[in-house]
């Protein structure tokens, strides 16, 4: 079984930062891409951040320029930076990871139990 774990989230007032982490563990071999996604209340869940499986980043247009996507692959921990917060990044942000376990011959996607993050006006 797979796990991801994630922490960092809470209430911050607008301006503010807050750094989000999620460790995947369990019978890992690998993992590929690691990324964050956001749903907020009454709307569609959507990419923050990710790392591709070719290792580059993308990033949503809304927060391009104040979060920034990280990864320690010793680890099998991606962290998300999130400064200059505005109450629109106010939603639960879910960890997702593509993990090839022992065993396994191809990669499956998992998904965290997210993390609550509010911004105050």
């Known amino acids: ?29 690998s993992v590929n891409t690691m990324g964050w996604y956001r749903q907020a209340a009454g709307k569609e869940r959507e990419l923050v951040a990710a790392f591709t499986s070719g290792g580059r980043t993308n990033y949503a247009d809304s927060v391009k320029g104040r979060f920034t996507i990280s990864r320690d692959n010793a680890k099998n921990t991606v962290y998300l930076q999130m400064n200059s917060l505005k109450p629109e990044d106010t939603a639960v942000y879910y960890c997702n990871a593509d993990v090839r376990r022992w065993g396994d011959v191809r990669y499956y996607g998992y998904w965290g139990q997210g993390t609550q993050v509010t911004v105050s006006s």
């Open 1 to 29: 079984q797979v796990q991801l774990v994630e922490s960092g989230g809470g209430l911050v007032q607008a301006g503010g930062s807050l750094r989000l982490s999620c460790a995947a563990s369990g019978s890992i071999v």
